[in-house]
């Protein structure tokens, strides 16, 4: 059964999967990684030239064949739960785990992020619309919450390990 990390953009999703991983040995992938092999282009330029509905689809598809693959550890582009299909594939899952932070220290952390198109092209209070909008969507999907502010990734790495029998 896979753990899949969700939250907003900034929340640490990729970097908290990768200590999950390297702590524990366990396997991982990352839907924006993957779409990038896939597409030879990073995940920020594919969303750029196909759109978000395209962009939005791909993930789907993507996040689809890794909970196929039974990958144990599966970060998520942020924006996966804006996509109906996605969030009926989540709610099946019964280890998603929303890194809640909140919504300046995103800010803080992906500010003028070429690599995240949603991040330079809309204004802070565009961006942070966004974010009420998603909040309700993550809750709607997470088996669990983790309040993830002020923790460092291997504290959350702990506390998911703690919280969930990854193996099972
Ligand atoms: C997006 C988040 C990004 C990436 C893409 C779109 C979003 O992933 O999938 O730029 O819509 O929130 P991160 O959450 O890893 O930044």
């Known amino acids: 059964m896979s753990i899949v990390l969700i939250g907003f953009m900034g929340a640490g999703k990729t970097t908290v999967a990768q200590t999950l991983a390297k702590t524990y040995s366990l396997d991982f992938a990352d839907t924006d990684l993957q779409l990038g092999r896939q597409f030879a282009q990073p995940a920020g330029d594919l969303l750029r030239r ?89 809750r709607q999907v997470a088996d669990l919450e983790i309040s993830a502010t002020k923790k460092s990734p291997q504290q959350l790495a702990q506390e998911i390990w703690r919280l969930t029998n990854i193996r099972d």
Not at 117 to 131: C, I, M, N, V
């Open 50 to 138: 196909v759109g978000e509905d395209q962009f939005r689809e791909y993930e789907y598809q993507v996040m689809q064949q890794m909970l196929a693959d039974a990958t144990l550890i599966i970060a998520t582009g942020g924006g996966i739960i804006e996509s109906p299909a996605s969030r009926v594939l989540l709610q099946q899952e019964k280890k998603v785990i929303w890194l809640n932070v909140d919504y300046q220290t995103c800010w803080s952390r992906i500010a003028g992020d070429q690599t995240r198109p949603l991040a330079t092209k809309l204004s802070s209070s565009e961006l942070q619309e966004r974010f009420k909008v998603r909040q309700k969507y993550y």
